[in-house]
């Protein structure tokens, strides 16, 4: 099930880590360059495989606990604004924490263009997931077909917060224990009933 979503979801955890090392790259070869805190040199860097390592278990445990990558129903895998953004910098004051207490001689501007730098690529990912899901549900080639059992209060919040999505899911209609009737919740037909769903899932192509 959501086979194609979670194909996505693989690409942008593997994606969100490298675009992670690269910003922390950059974050650290930036300090040679800009005339901010004491004057360093091409032999003094700071960062080392290790930190590296510890700033990719960070960034993934974080992003894990605020399910940033969650593919339940509801939501869409590419993360909303806020969840991300809340990743980021939480992540970042661990780092800074880390750097704080463990070493004195840290750099302190490492942090904030490491924040600066991570959020725009992760930022720039998501569009471009965005896009590609839009540019599916054009297409007609979707990531997820889905139908809602039930046509109760709590089935109809998950179908508006899946209408609201702009990525490439539909949701193809209910199945309902009233069966076919001439008028149902959202706009969305009634395709049968609970009974029904494994012929339903043939017939539409059913993801979920």
């Given at each position: 099930m959501f086979g194609k979503l979670r194909r996505l979801v693989i690409f942008l955890v593997i994606a969100d880590a490298v675009a992670t090392q690269i910003a922390l790259f950059l974050a650290d070869q930036e300090r040679l360059y800009v005339p901010l805190g004491r004057t360093l040199d091409s032999v003094n860097i700071f960062l080392n495989a290790t930190f590296h390592l510890r700033v990719a278990v960070v960034?993934?445990?974080?992003?894990?606990t605020l399910s940033v990558y969650d593919v339940r129903p509801e939501f869409w895998p590419v993360g909303n604004a806020r969840t991300v953004l809340a990743g980021v910098m939480i992540s970042?004051?661990?780092v800074a924490g880390v750097l704080y207490f463990g070493l004195s001689d840290s750099p302190r501007l490492l942090v904030g263009d490491l924040l600066v730098f991570d959020l725009?690529?992760?930022a720039g990912l998501r569009l471009v997931a965005g896009a590609y899901g839009r540019r599916r549900r054009e297409s007609g080639s979707l990531l997820?077909?889905?139908i809602i059992v039930g046509t109760g209060d709590p089935a109809v919040a998950v179908?508006?917060?899946l209408l609201r999505k702009s990525g490439g899911v539909e949701v193809v209609g209910w199945a309902d224990s009233n069966g076919v009737v001439s008028k149902s919740p959202l706009e969305l037909p009634i395709l049968g009933t609970p009974a029904e769903v494994p012929d339903l899932i043939g017939q539409y192509g059913i993801d979920e």
């Open positions: 960034w993934g445990d974080v992003f894990l970042a004051c661990v725009a690529f992760l997820s077909c889905i179908g508006r917060a």
